[in-house]
Nanobody, 122 residues
């Protein structure tokens, strides 16, 4: 079983910062892409940022220049440093990982964390 456990959400004022963490645990062969998505009330879940095993990152236009995604492959952990937060960043943030379970099986599967609330007050 694979689990993704997130931490670091909370309430912050406009212009503040938060750092989210997500650690993968359990039995698996390798982790490919890791990323963060968010879902605001009444809206669909959207990609915030993702990062490959080698460290190549992509960001949604709305967060470019403010958010930074990074990962520690030795710890199976992905981070999201969020600076200059705005009220429109308020959402539940979900960690995602694309994981290969067994070395004999090349299939990869999506796993999701339980979500962590980020609220930005104006």
């Amino acid at each position: 079983q694979v689990q993704l456990v997130e931490s670091g959400g909370g309430l912050v004022q406009f212009g503040g910062s938060l750092r989210l963490s997500c650690a993968a645990s359990g039995t698996f062969f390798s982790i490919n892409t890791m990323g963060w998505y968010r879902q605001a009330p009444g809206k669909e879940r959207e990609l915030v940022a993702h990062i490959t095993y080698g460290g190549s990152a992509n960001y949604a236009d709305a967060v470019k220049g403010r958010f930074t995604i990074s990962r520690d492959n030795a710890k199976n952990t992905v981070y999201l440093q969020m600076n200059s937060l705005k009220p429109e960043d308020t959402a539940v943030y979900y960690c995602n990982a694309v994981i290969r379970s067994r070395w004999r099986d090349p299939k990869e599967y999506d796993y999701w964390g339980q979500g962590t609330q980020v609220s930005v007050s104006s």
